[in-house]
């Protein structure tokens, strides 16, 4: 799914300029201008673990560690389950699961607004892909926790093939599939919220 918060939310969260905030803060969708709203003084942390786990994410991705899918495969459930995490650690559990769930309803904004995600439309399934390893990811540390960076790191990829989390079933070509193996035709796909994209347990690529 697509970089975690709008650039706009990050602009908002750092600028040190009283009326450029305002400005931005007018240009962040619903759902993340109310998470700021309430947690005012855990905005600028929350960009920072943002754009810490995009990089992580994005290293990860380049290595033999996981499937290298940042769209719906194991690099998106560990991004998603990273990021929570060290929010968790940051701010606490309650704090990082409503910025996540802030996160997923602006996804559902985006495709209303048919704007892509990661070349991608955002789906429903995504959304659930999405939330649950969310969950997952909260359940990896406590806030405070000293548990290092790459500690945290390999304590997702573990749990990722040890299945714990959620990917979207697809082929080696990258196609979509049914819960039955079927190849989802891409048209049929354009413009849905809903659609017939299978979660499977995050052991279970090319299958």
């Not at 929010?87 to 309650?94: F, Y």
Request: hydrophobic share 35%.
């Amino acid at each position: 799914m697509k970089k975690l918060l709008p650039i706009i939310f990050f602009a908002f969260a750092i600028s040190i300029n009283a009326q450029s905030d305002f400005k931005n803060f007018l240009k962040l969708s619903g759902p993340i201008k109310r998470w700021v709203l309430f947690h005012p003084f855990k905005a600028k942390k929350s960009l920072k673990i943002s754009m810490e786990t995009n990089k992580v994410a994005d290293s990860i991705r380049k290595t033999n560690l996981l499937d290298g899918d940042a769209a719906g495969g194991q690099v998106d459930a560990f991004r998603h389950a990273y990021w929570m995490a060290r929010l968790r650690q940051e701010l606490g559990k309650s704090s990082a699961r409503s910025l996540g769930k802030a996160h997923e309803r602006d996804n559902y904004i985006t495709y209303k607004k048919k704007k892509l995600e990661d070349g991608v439309v955002p789906d429903e399934i995504s959304s659930e892909m999405d939330l649950y390893n969310n969950e997952e990811g909260l359940k990896l540390i406590t806030k405070n926790s000293d548990v290092s960076k790459e500690g945290l790191i390999f304590r997702i990829i573990n749990a990722i093939h040890q299945g714990k989390m959620k990917i979207i079933k697809k082929d080696k070509e990258g196609n979509f599939l049914t819960c039955d193996g079927k190849i989802i035709p891409k048209e049929t796909l354009k413009g849905k919220w809903k659609n017939n994209k299978c979660l499977v347990a995050s052991n279970k690529i090319d299958e």
